[in-house]
Each structure stands twice: as C-alpha cells, then as structure tokens.
C-alpha cells in the first residue's frame, strides 16, 4: 500500500502496490478504497501492478483515480492495454 499524508483531515491518495497475495479478493480491497473516498477520508484511490483485468473489474465498484504500471525500456507490454485503459479514461484538464 502506498500512502500520502498531508495536513488536514485524510489523506491525499491510497494506492494498493500488488494484487493481494493472501487471497483476498480485488472487490473487497477495492470496496473498502471506495468506501474510505466516499467518506472523505483519502481524496484519490489507486492501483499500482494490477492488469486490464483487475483495472476493469475496479472501475465497476468505483472509479480508479492513479494507476502505476511496470513500464520501462525492457518492459513495454503496459503500453499495449493498462496505458491505454489509463488514456481512454483520462479527465481533461
């Protein structure tokens, strides 16, 4: 998880790194994220090394406002669909 803290009330953004590797499920980790934006208590809500896949099945229960994806010289595959997802979604301005 990665966190950013400003003063004031919440945060600024949460943002799960890995899928959960205990077997957790995407909607429930994803549900608590949503939960804790609606509440005021983070502004942002992302998700860092999570495929198309996942990304889509996020966006169903609420919206993903920061993605982070493997993308570098060696590792361009990211480029193919989790940029691309990230463009189509993107909001002006």
Known sequence: MWLVAVPG?????????????????LEEYWQVFT???????IHAAGLSNHGIFRLEAAEEIGVVDA???LFNLIHREAADDVLLWARVRAKPG
């Open 9 to 25: 009330p919440g945060l600024v953004a949460e943002r799960w790194h890995w899928p959960a590797e205990d077997g957790t499920p």
């Open 67 to 69: 993605i982070q994806a």
């Open 35 to 41: 939960d804790l934006r609606s509440e005021g208590k």
